[in-house]
């Protein structure tokens, strides 16, 4: 039986919001939720809250109906959430799903006033602002496994892996400036940023990954990442074979799935845009050392890289001194040989 079979409904179908505010990676996981809600409930209206700045990676998406954006910023402005309080207790939803389990997202739950609240176990306090807490279930292993886990016990129905949609319009807009750069399908993508030091790859190893898999007649390569990270794009970029782009900080993030959609191959850290070629269905080789690696669950074929070193995975707590050994150790040669396998080309 799922729990939404034993969940009071207001109208002919539930309305359901969705709490997962950041990051992009956890938003792009989190979107698992979403299929099976939608076959359970195919009229029900189904929105989603999110940080602005991590939003637009669900823009156009069909399966939503209704995607609200809030600053960070408006998190700490009282004024600001009376005037969100009333936005979402005007929709009257009929079930509010936090899967972040912060306190923060806990308190957006109950703002919004939904008959019924329902959210993660964790250690964060605000317990008693839920109705239902489920555990973090699901196989560590599996792609989005929490995430998965929550589908199904609401729905009743296996969930797949995270899943993104490109609108046609988008699709569009991106072949458009791929003519425009002269980028034909078939490119290589570099997604060596994100929020941490200690999940970074060392960045002279890009463009010794990239010669190597040129040799092996793969290429041209595009890096990907942020506008903060074009500093170090742009160093990366300098020593890659001839033909690379670097579009770090270029790159709308609605379309961040259309660009990565006709890439042949992606390589990336444990990043948000890594998770994205695995919400595209793209061949994806992941490189993981401070943090607990997934291995399996995804619709296209997948490697990940990770040695599990005694002191792995440290999170946010290194004890490696800043040598980041669980990286270092992952060579380009060894970066590259994966990749040739993965490829099939081995």
Same mark, same amino acid.
């Given at each position: 039986?799922?729990?939404?079979?034993?969940?009071?409904?207001?109208?002919?179908?539930?309305?359901?919001?969705?709490?997962?505010?950041?990051?992009?990676?956890?938003?792009?996981?989190?979107?698992?939720?979403?299929?099976?809600?939608?076959?359970?409930?195919?009229?029900?209206?189904?929105?989603?809250?999110?940080?602005?700045?991590?939003?637009?990676?669900?823009?156009?998406?069909?399966?939503?109906?209704?995607?609200?954006?809030?600053?960070?910023?408006?998190?700490?402005?009282?004024?600001?959430?009376?005037?969100?309080?009333?936005?979402?207790?005007?929709?009257?939803?009929?079930?509010?799903?936090?899967?972040?389990?912060?306190?923060?997202?806990?308190?957006?739950?109950?703002?919004?006033?939904?008959?019924?609240?329902?959210?993660?176990?964790?250690? &964060?306090?605000?317990?008693?602002?839920?109705?239902?807490?489920?555990?973090?279930?699901? &196989?560590?292993?599996?792609?989005?496994?929490?995430?998965?886990?929550?589908?199904?016990?609401?729905?009743?129905?296996?969930?797949?892996?995270?899943?993104?949609?490109?609108?046609?319009?988008?699709?569009?807009?991106?072949?458009?400036?791929?003519?425009?750069?002269?980028?034909?399908?078939?490119?290589?993508?570099?997604?060596?940023?994100?929020?941490?030091?200690?999940?970074?790859?060392?960045?002279?190893?890009?463009?010794?990954?990239?010669?190597?898999?040129?040799?092996?007649?793969?290429?041209?390569?595009?890096?990907?990442?942020?506008?903060?990270?074009?500093?170090?794009?742009?160093?990366?970029?300098?020593?890659?074979?001839?033909?690379?782009?670097?579009?770090?900080?270029?790159?709308?993030?609605?379309?961040?799935?259309?660009?990565?959609?006709?890439?042949?191959?992606?390589?990336?850290?444990?990043?948000?845009?890594?998770?994205?070629?695995?919400?595209?269905?793209?061949?994806?080789?992941?490189?993981?050392?401070?943090?607990?690696?997934?291995?399996?669950?995804?619709?296209?074929?997948?490697?990940?890289?990770?040695?599990?070193?005694?002191?792995?995975?440290?999170?946010?707590?290194?004890?490696?001194?800043?040598?980041?050994?669980?990286?270092?150790?992952?060579?380009?040669?060894?970066?590259?040989?994966?990749?040739?396998?993965?490829?099939?080309?081995?």
């Amino acid at each position: 039986m799922a729990l939404t079979d034993s969940l009071p409904v207001r109208g002919p179908q539930p309305r359901i919001l969705i709490v997962r505010l950041s990051a992009l990676g956890d938003i792009v996981f989190a979107t698992s939720l979403l299929d099976g809600l939608r076959s359970r409930y195919p009229q029900a209206h189904i929105a989603w809250l999110a940080q602005s700045g991590f939003a637009g990676v669900l823009e156009g998406d069909p399966r939503i109906d209704q995607l609200l954006r809030i600053p960070k910023e408006s998190l700490k402005s009282p004024a600001a959430l009376l005037a969100l309080r009333r936005e979402l207790t005007e929709q009257a939803y009929d079930w509010v799903l936090d899967c972040q389990g912060l306190l923060k997202s806990r308190m957006l739950a109950r703002l919004a006033g939904g008959a019924t609240r329902i959210g993660f176990t964790s250690k &964060e306090p605000g317990k008693a602002l839920m109705h239902h807490l489920l555990p973090k279930g699901g &196989e560590p292993a599996d792609i989005s496994s929490e995430y998965r886990y929550m589908a199904e016990q609401l729905t009743g129905i296996p969930a797949g892996p995270p899943r993104l949609v490109v609108t046609a319009e988008g699709s569009g807009r991106i072949a458009e400036a791929m003519a425009a750069l002269g980028l034909a399908p078939g490119f290589v993508a570099l997604c060596p940023f994100t929020t941490r030091p200690q999940k970074h790859w060392r960045e002279e190893y890009w463009p010794q990954l990239a010669r190597q898999l040129a040799s092996q007649g793969l290429g041209p390569f595009v890096i990907f990442g942020g506008p903060a990270d074009r500093p170090a794009a742009e160093r990366i970029h300098a020593q890659l074979p001839p033909g690379s782009l670097n579009l770090a900080g270029e790159t709308r993030l609605p379309d961040l799935g259309g660009w990565l959609s006709p890439a042949r191959l992606v390589i990336g850290v444990d990043t948000g845009l890594t998770h994205i070629g695995i919400a595209m269905r793209r061949p994806t080789l992941a490189l993981f050392g401070s943090t607990c690696p997934y291995t399996r669950g995804a619709d296209s074929p997948l490697a990940v890289m990770y040695d599990g070193l005694p002191c792995a995975p440290c999170r946010r707590h290194p004890t490696c001194g800043g040598d980041w050994t669980c990286m270092k150790q992952l060579t380009p040669a060894r970066v590259a040989a994966q990749a040739v396998t993965l490829l099939g080309l081995a």
